[in-house]
Nanobody
Framework: QVQLVESGGGLVQPGGSLRLSCTAS????????MSWYRQAPGKQRELVAP?????SSADSVQGRFIISRDNAKKTVYLQMNSLRPEDTAVYYC???????????WGQGTQVTVSS
């Protein structure tokens, strides 16, 4: 059974930072492309940051967010800095293996940026 379990969400003030984690089980993590998506109320789910199976880290969202992965721990991270109220959303972890068409979602973790 495949599971993607996110953690690290919460309430943070504008300008603050949060680090999200997503730990996978039931898949060969190192061969999956991993991504973070987010969905704000009333909006469509959008891609925040992808990372290929061979990369260790990558920037996104105008350099404010950094996605990284630790294949040994089967975990992908999203370091979010300089957070803004418009970053408020449920953040989802996604695993994809294009060659087979397999993909999986986590249950989501809420991030709220507010003073």
């Amino acid at each position: 059974q495949v599971q993607l379990v996110e953690s690290g969400g919460g309430l943070v003030q504008p300008g603050g930072s949060l680090r999200l984690s997503c730990t996978a089980s039931g898949i060969i993590f190192s061969i999956y492309r991993m991504s973070w998506y987010r969905q704000a109320p009333g909006k469509q789910r959008e891609l925040v940051a992808p990372i290929t199976k061979s990369s260790s880290s990558a920037d996104s969202v105008q350099g404010r967010f950094i996605i990284s992965r630790d294949n040994a721990k089967k975990t992908v991270y999203l370091q979010m800095n300089s957070l803004r109220p418009e970053d408020t959303a449920v953040y989802y972890c996604h695993a994809e293996r294009a060659v087979s068409g397999a993909h999986y979602w986590g249950q989501g973790t809420q991030v709220t940026v507010s003073s």
